[in-house]
């Protein structure tokens, strides 16, 4: 009996993974599929991934990525970054989204923007 769920992380523009996770909730190894959501990612990114039958959850960009609520400067790109991640929670219908709270400013900050 499986008691533990296996999942793929995959970025949103990794088209060559489509058929392999395909393949692989088809086969019964896949339960789900964490995205993560690019800055840059697009309305076509989104469209390639709703043809799969695969849950999802999805991974909203970091610091790295440019997100960074902790730092009130950030405010306006990170509302442009989570739009983007709210079509993709609405067309993929994902079941969660990680957030990282960012760095190099405060806690409160981050709450605030959350």
Known sequence: ???????????????????????????????YIELFVEPDASVDHLAMWKGLDVPFLLHAPHFYAGLNFADKAYEQQNRTLINTVGLFEKGLRAQRIIFHPGTSGTVEEAVRQI
Request: hydrophobic letters at 35%; zero cysteines.
């Open 1 to 31: 009996m499986k008691t533990f769920k296996i999942g793929l992380k995959i970025w949103s523009s990794n088209k060559d993974y489509l058929d392999p996770a395909k393949n692989l909730k088809e086969e019964g190894f896949l339960d």
